[in-house]
């Protein structure tokens, strides 16, 4: 393993898609683009985020920034937030902080409903007036019952992210890129959930696994819940 690539978080879009509850087929859209044809012409979607390592771009690996600038992608799809909207405030966060992953940053949990609501004046091509202001409400919602609450599970250092707690600050379960390569791990432990989970799964009753790794049986129960949740997606 290369030393540029410890310390980022490492994940393939099968990996990222099950953490992200989505389908391979679609984040693989989102962070790699797709080709489509419209009025008899072939076109090209070009991605909604900017990948860190483009340099294994034809390997379509993930970083740990990208996974969570992913993962703001899909709060605002799942409320309905278009396409061109989401790309258009992507471009209006880039230029303000600086960064190519802008959802991400720690200002964005503030600013974002102003980022969106400054496309109203601007517009955005190919929606009309009406679809945008449909859009604007529901990225303002994502970003009140959505995002802001997101943000309270991340750990920042400066302005970036640097540890992920899925299950909220209060759980036992962190994504760190620093350690275990970013996969879902127990914060204390460093065990990860998937192994936590199958052991459970061949049938090894939850004290025999908190005894054999010297851990807590709450730790095992939060480990194989989590783990449920996220075939359950």
């Known amino acids: 393993m290369p030393e540029s690539l410890l310390g980022i978080g490492l994940y393939t879009i099968p990996q990222a898609a099950r953490l992200l509850r989505l389908s391979p087929q679609k984040l693989r859209r989102w962070a790699d683009g797709y080709l489509f044809v419209s009025d008899g012409v072939r076109r090209r979607s070009e991605p909604l985020i900017h990948r ?5 771009v034809d390997e379509v690996i993930l970083t740990f920034q990208d996974l969570l ?18 790309r258009k405030a992507a471009e209006q966060a880039t230029l303000l902080y ?8 720690k200002g964005f949990e503030t600013d974002g409903k102003s980022i969106f609501a400054t496309l109203e004046e601007q ?3 190919g929606i009309s007036k009406a679809e945008l202001l449909q859009d604007l409400i529901r990225s303002q919602m994502v970003m009140e019952s959505i995002a802001r609450p997101f943000f309270r599970q991340i750990d920042f250092e400066e302005m ?3 540890r992920w707690f899925p299950n909220g600050k209060e759980g036992g379960i962190v994504i760190d890129p620093q350690r275990s390569f970013g996969k879902p791990i127990g914060k204390v432990s460093g065990i990860p959930t998937e192994t936590l989970y199958a052991m459970a799964r061949r049938g090894e009753p939850v004290e025999n696994i908190a005894r054999w790794y010297d851990i807590e049986e709450e730790t095992v129960r939060e480990a194989v819940h989590y783990e449920n949740s996220l075939r359950a997606a």
Request: proline share 5%; glycine share 6%; hydrophobic share 35%.
């Open 160 to 162: 970036e992210p640097s």
């Open 98 to 105: 600086q960064t190519t992953h802008p959802f991400i940053v």
């Open 69 to 86: 600038e992913l993962h703001m992608v899909r709060f605002f799809r799942s409320e309905g937030v278009s396409i061109q909207t989401i």
């Open 52 to 56: 860190e390592l483009q340099e294994r």
């Open 123 to 125: 517009g955005v091509e």
